[in-house]
């Protein structure tokens, strides 16, 4: 794997800061390229809208990267939609053979790092079409958690961020 980037993807939601990994070279992060791909196909237009909303209204302004959501475990990365009926007070989600995965690493409840993906068209993540970007997502969480742990990376709790070990915005790994 080459080098890349942790950028921020979206610091507006209420409860949950949302990065995202940019490629040393790529024009475009990988979360973008997800929607921005499924969005121009016809016929997962709906689908990548919802999972969208899900990202930003569940996760992002209603409850935080909680368990109950991040529920879906794939190794080193969750992947998205939530898996099975959820109910959490008022709100009540509920996927059922849902054709696309997006993954992401929970950091903490209010910071989630969110990868790429694909559509889920075979029963495991090992014999579907998105093999490649399970692999290459479970890939950058592996580094991420490297840089958490060894403290390259440093999570401010307060102000919902990651910073280098240099204190810079800037994250290359």
């Known amino acids: 794997m080459n080098i890349f980037e942790l950028k921020i993807w979206d610091d507006e939601s209420e409860k949950c800061t949302f990065y995202t990994v940019q490629a040393d070279g790529s024009l475009e992060n990988e979360t973008d390229i997800f929607f921005d791909k499924y969005d121009k196909t016809p016929e997962l237009k709906e689908q990548t809208q919802e999972l969208l909303s899900f990202v930003l209204n569940a996760i992002g302004d209603n409850h935080g990267a909680i368990d109950e959501i991040f529920n879906r475990h794939e190794n080193e990365v969750d992947g998205l939609p939530t898996q099975g009926q959820l109910q959490l007070g008022e709100f009540d989600y509920y996927f059922p053979n849902f054709p ?45 958690i490297e840089g958490l742990n060894d403290g390259s990376i440093i999570v401010n709790h307060r102000t919902r961020t990651l910073t280098s070990f240099d204190g810079t915005d800037e994250i290359i790994l």
């Open 100 to 144: 696309l995965r997006l993954y992401a690493l929970k950091v903490t409840e209010n910071i989630v790092i969110l990868f790429g993906g694909g559509i889920k068209d075979g029963s495991t993540n090992q014999n579907s079409s998105l093999h490649f970007k399970w692999i290459e997502a479970c890939n950058y969480a592996k580094r991420i």
